[in-house]
């Protein structure tokens, strides 16, 4: 197969970015477009916390690449300029530049499409009151920055208690605002972790000024002046002088209809080489489904670290290689206040969704011997193994601590990848130094105790 002449790549997000080092990488003579509807390339949402509490100053700064420095390499960048349709059969899209209002098309010789997501809005009365902000995008971010030190700002409430809106929690916590997180599920974080840990979590949330307002759902909200001041859900009713939606998002891709084949979400169908229904087309990031590992089917499951992958996958095969995307597991992290945990895989309360039979074992323990005070840097560490029952096969797995032990997590995601059990794990070898950790690594301790019920 001869290489392609010309490459177009639309956005430039985390799957776009790496898709266009890909191609620098093995084909340095392509001709590589790289377009961006937005007016700032490669902005990373995943880093907005760090920029709004102040561990980032430079908004700007919170990015992969400058249109200057991948100009340098070769690429040619387009920010402001949106391609709006796309004409398989010709291999053509068709492209506005905002900026000047122009129109063109363009051909290519394969497209790599990363569409990336949208914040889902609440459908409900009042949704068009100003000061209802998402956490999404640069724009956004400096936005939300002005609001955390806006004296006019005090009553503040987040929609929606995945990872995102627990961070502009203790984002606007920490600016000293009165914060209530509204969600419909019955926990905080409930797609990531199960009971035993949120418990722990809802509680340092309360501890900090933050109402978690769980099991309840959005009726509408009301203004003063065309600005929000409350929001009444389906049990009680919370004053606001900022909204900030964080429930969700949804696949941008109403503009690919009719071009590549969707499902019922939106989602692009991709194959395990990223390609897309179309002819030379390939699509990565939140727009599209991956391979889930605990379970060999498809899973929507929208991370960086997944989009990065697809990229490089679907570049590569863009190339005239032929590799498959590597099944993942839905490893993730997030800090709250003093707390650190990650989790992979299926745990307990999301088993019945992937129609899976699941077993767990939950373990306390200490992150170093006994004998280390706290104030060397000892804790408590939580940890949950769940497990295929009839065999042992590695599922998923929690840990949280006040100490950072979140790095165990990816031990549990290569082992769900390579299809081990518990009863490899039992006995694995983990290092051990009393400065930190304990002799017995506390995924073996939880191994050892599942191994002793499998067939029972």
Known sequence: MSEPKKIIVVGSSHGGYEAVQQVLQDAPDAEIQWYEKGSFLSFL?????????????????????TEEGESAKGVHVFTQQEVVSVAAARHNVHVVDHATGDERDESYDKLILSPGAVPASIPVEGSDLANIYAMRGRDWAIKLKAATVSPDINDVVIIGAGYIGIEAAEVFAKAGKRVTVIEMQPRVLAAYLDAEFT?????TLSEHGITPATGQCVQRFEGVDGKIARVVTDKATYPADLVIESAGVRAN???????????????????????????????????????????????HIALATNARRQGRIAARNALGEDISFTPVSGSSALSVFDYKFASTGIKESTASDYGVTAKSVFVGDLYRPPFVPDSAGNAPVYFKLTYAPEDGRVLGAQIMSTQNTTANINAIALAIQLHATVQDLAYADFFFQPGLNRPWNIINVAAQQAARGIGR
């Open 253 to 299: 891709t109403d503009w690919l209809d009719g071009v590549v084949e969707r499902d019922g979400h939106g989602l692009i169908v991709v194959d395990d080489h990223q390609a897309t229904s179309a002819a030379d087309i390939y699509a990565v990031g939140d727009a599209t489904e991956v391979r889930f590992a605990p379970t060999g089917g498809k899973a």
């Open 45 to 65: 949402s995943c880093g907005m916390q760090l920029y709004l509490e102040g561990d980032v100053k430079d908004v700007n700064s919170v990015r992969y690449a």
């Open 199 to 203: 418990d722990i979590l809802a509680d």
